[in-house]
């Protein structure tokens, strides 16, 4: 689904990220893991496209085609979807209001009809029970005055709502305890487990804590270190991360 | 620059689609003023005696002031021998008639305007006064807002059927000594609304006038009179548009709102007047005045205005706070783009007891444009238990526009409670970003916020003139983003 090939990445004339390869497959779950400061969060933003970051090298192919010619509004009604680290807030437009805008742009996009008031209201209901979100929320701004936890599983109702091919989420468990943790994952799980053949969806879980990783078993590990992934395994892998540290690895980084 | 600001920069560069030219024969006065000109303007309209005498002194007394400069809008001096007073399509200059006796030409320009005058297409619910440069070419609905004995006509109209009404109220709220603007308009004013409602009457349907600018080199000087009487109710609504030329055209209007005991108007304006091309260059001057007196116990009048036209806006709608728990209310959204410049608020002027107000300003600025809130809040030495309530919030679009906000509060009685909050925002990178990776478009995501930043406004915007104010904004800021 998704190919990164020898991706080069700067940020006002810093290169982040250094050659990272990246190949995830259809129905995949991909943790990153790494320290700060190691490009993780680059790597989130420039597969959706931030402007703030400018590829010098490299390629990024999604689905077979180049992911990097299209805008970061075309790239979402292709299916990439950023879960932001820090989800941003929108005073006067209602969380309610913001989905449906979303969802219709990208069904205009694929030209399916625009879904109507009431038919997208009943069907939204059902996904705000999956992260256990009060219904309240939906009709309060988009995330004004809401808490961190209540910000993080706003970003997961989104991605239900949209039904994304490659989530992609940027230390989703940050600042999380443990039952909104818990209830962020159930909210993931939810969107990974409906893989019919024909919608089969990725992951891409972007974290600091091998913590988020007991809740959603990925298929893949992979440690990020100064801009390129350095080693990649088993979910074992994070559990060898939490007991050691990155200090092994920064020998096979320089 | 980020490529999202460029894209703001483009978005905000839109046209104005009301800005045709309708050719028509018109009656017209010389460009000029001078007592001999008042008189024909007078003569003109058949006006009674005290009209002519009132005018006249308003003239003399114009003559002896000078242009006020306290506001924060630049302009070169205008020469006000140049602009012709007064301006009639031939057809109407004999007063206002029936429908079929109005020239095809101005029918058809008000339903380009989106305004149909012609009975089977009336809005429904909207009875309309429209005003075609310097005189009222048709009222709609008068004969079924007359059944419950509500008087809705041109201000000529009501001068000549109704000069008892005209004479105790004409310039009882803004006399021709209040400033510069209203002393010309007392002096040449040609039309205008009407509207009286009686005793104990709620007025069934919303009011509604349109004025419309067409000819070159003409002022438009308007004056709206509503009075509303005990335990009565009206809403009314005024539009304004004017074609696209390269020279300034001045419109000075005075609005005067009287609520007697317990009588309430709302009087709601969405104001798109020619705002000027993208270089800064033609567009309307608009120098407003409007006020409302609440001169009744319980007595209640709220502003709401939308301005996204004009090239300067200066424009503070008031409310006298006369009568004991009377309410006063302003909420207001201004936009400027381009180089328009608006310099607009309110005064609240709080005498009478328990008197209660409300101001709600939201001005978005973009392009090089400049937005000023200028409120007065003043409490009297008798308004015990006086409150009020100001919230003005800018916002900004991209790096070359401003805001400003002046408020001022005079408080001479102890027991006042006055609040303040003021707030400055731009549309950042990262709210766009946001929206853009939902998948929402960057057109559709500047629309939606500031919609969002306006709404606490366009909610007190009757329905239908909610949505048209809400695609008012979407044309003003129109220009696109890729």
Redesign the interface.
């Known amino acids: 689904m998704l190919k990164v090939n020898n991706l080069h990445v700067e940020i006002q004339g810093n290169e982040i990220l250094n050659g990272l390869c990246l190949s995830v497959g259809a129905g995949e779950v991909h943790a990153i893991m790494g320290p700060n400061g190691s490009g993780k969060s680059t790597l989130a933003n420039v597969l959706a496209g931030h402007e703030d970051y400018q590829v010098t090298a490299g390629e990024v192919l999604f689905n077979g085609s180049n992911l990097l010619e299209l805008s970061i509004s075309e790239r979402a009604c292709e299916g990439i979807f950023l879960a932001l680290q820090y989800p941003v807030e929108i005073p006067g437009v209602s969380n309610v209001q913001f989905l449906k805008t979303a969802l219709n742009s990208q069904r205009k996009y694929h030209q399916l009809n625009e879904l109507d008031a009431m038919d997208f209201l009943q069907w939204l209901k059902t996904k705000v029970q999956q992260v256990g979100m009060e219904e309240q929320l939906l009709y309060r701004s988009v995330n004004e005055g809401f808490s961190g936890g209540e910000k993080k599983r706003n970003e997961i109702l989104q991605m239900l709502v949209l039904e994304p091919k490659l989530a992609i989420l940027d230390e989703t468990d940050s600042g999380l305890d443990i039952d909104a943790l818990k209830l962020v994952a159930k909210g993931v799980n939810a969107f990974r487990h409906v893989n019919t053949p024909k919608q089969q969806r990725a992951i891409i879980l972007v974290t600091h804590y091998q913590r988020l990783l007991n809740y959603i078993k990925p298929n893949f590990v992979h440690v990020l270190l100064n801009g390129r992934i350095v080693q990649s395994g088993g979910p074992e892998l994070a559990l060898e991360l939490e007991e050691n540290g990155y200090a092994s690895f920064v020998d096979k980084a320089s | 620059m980020?490529?999202?600001a460029k894209n703001l920069e483009r978005f905000v560069g839109g046209e104005y689609p009301h800005g045709f030219v309708t050719e028509l024969a018109t009656d017209s006065l010389p460009p000029g003023l001078s007592e001999s000109v008042i008189r024909q303007i007078s003569a003109k309209k058949n006006e009674p005696e005290f009209m002519l005498q009132w005018r006249l002194q308003a003239y003399r007394h114009w003559l002896t002031l000078d242009v006020p400069t306290w506001s924060k809008v630049h302009y070169p001096p205008i020469n006000y021998d140049d602009i012709i007073y007064y301006s009639a399509p031939k057809s109407a200059s004999s007063g206002p008639q029936s429908l079929d006796d109005v020239a095809p030409e101005i029918l058809q320009t008000y339903e380009k305007l989106g305004i149909p005058l012609h009975e089977r297409a009336q809005l429904a619910g909207v009875a309309v006064d429209a005003v075609f440069d310097s005189v009222s070419v048709a009222t709609t609905f008068k004969e079924k807002l007359a059944d419950v004995g509500v008087i809705f006509c041109s201000f000529s109209e009501a001068v000549q059927k109704h000069p008892e009404l005209v004479q105790q109220y004409l310039g009882s709220v803004v006399p021709f000594t209040d400033n510069f603007y209203a002393a010309l308009n007392a002096a040449v004013f040609s039309d205008g609304s009407f509207c009286y409602v009686p005793k104990g009457t709620r007025c069934p349907m919303e009011l509604s006038t349109y004025f419309r600018i067409n000819s070159l080199n003409t002022g438009q000087f308007e004056r709206t009179l509503i009075i509303v009487e005990d335990n009565s109710y009206v809403s009314y609504l005024e539009g304004c548009t004017a074609p696209m030329r390269d020279e300034h055209q001045l419109h000075a209007a005075v609005v005067e709102l009287i609520a007697l005991n317990n009588a309430e108007i709302k009087y709601a304006t969405v104001q798109n007047w020619y705002p000027g091309d993208k270089e800064g260059k033609g567009g309307i001057y608009n120098f407003v005045t409007k006020r409302g007196l609440c001169q009744g116990n319980y007595s209640k009048i709220s502003w709401t205005q939308v301005e996204t036209g004009s090239a300067i806006t200066w424009k503070y709608p008031s409310v006298i706070l006369k009568g004991d728990n009377s309410i006063g209310e302003f909420y207001s959204v201004a936009l400027t783009n381009n180089y328009q410049q608006a310099d607009t608020g309110t005064k609240m002027t709080h005498i009478g007891k328990n008197t209660t107000s409300t101001i709600i300003s939201k001005g978005i600025s973009a392009g090089h444009g400049s937005n000023a809130y200028r409120g007065l809040v003043s409490v009297g030495q008798n308004a015990s238990n006086a409150k009020n309530y100001s919230q003005c919030d800018s916002l900004l679009l991209g790096a070359h526009c401003s805001a400003h906000t002046f408020p001022y509060i005079e408080v001479r009685h102890p027991s006042a409670k006055i609040e303040h909050e003021a707030t400055t925002s731009k549309i950042?990178?990262?709210?766009l970003?946001?929206?853009?990776?939902?998948?929402?478009?960057?057109e559709?995501a500047v629309s939606?916020?500031i919609?969002?930043?306006?709404?606490?406004i366009f909610r007190k915007l009757p329905m239908e003139f909610a949505v048209e104010a809400q695609a008012l904004m979407e044309v003003s800021l129109e220009g696109c983003t890729?």
């Open positions: 980020t490529t999202q950042s990178d990262e709210q970003f946001y929206c853009l990776q939902r998948g929402i478009t960057a559709n939606m916020i919609n969002g930043f306006c709404k606490d890729g």
